[in-house]
């Protein structure tokens, strides 16, 4: 793990994403992410950890399905000012992750055409990107 700590990148609109990860791999973060944004990041040139790398558990249902896992969540929530929680995080062999950058799918625009873009609308729901 880098000395700065984990970021964990999963964006729907890619917008300024590679020159927002290029700002924190040179602030020394390591990058954690997943599906199509991971592959964008590597096409700039950048390291980039696979989120099933972390959780053990390759993404499923396309893709919807990615950071579910309590080796993504429990870092997030762990309150890293308290004694017990980052020992319990390090007991658990998980690390912090200090920076979260997600977006939503664009379900209005998608639900909204005419034929519908997806028969059933939880197809274009994020999920995980509103969890996180």
Known sequence: MSNRGRALLSVFDKTGITEFATG??????ELLSTGGTARLLRQAGLEVTDV????????????????LHPAIHAPLLAR?????????L?????FPIQVVAVNLYD??????????????????WSISAARL
Do not use: I, N
Request: aromatic share 8%; proline share 7%.
């Open 24 to 29: 924190l791999d040179k602030l020394g973060f």
């Open 52 to 67: 099933s790398e972390v959780t053990g558990h390759p993404e499923c249902f396309d893709g919807r399905v990615k950071s």
């Open 80 to 88: 890293l000012e308290r004694e017990d929680d980052t020992k319990e």
């Open 90 to 94: 390090a007991d658990l062999g998980y």
């Open 107 to 124: 379900f209005a625009s998608a639900a909204a055409q005419r034929p519908p873009l997806m028969t059933r609308p939880c197809l274009r």
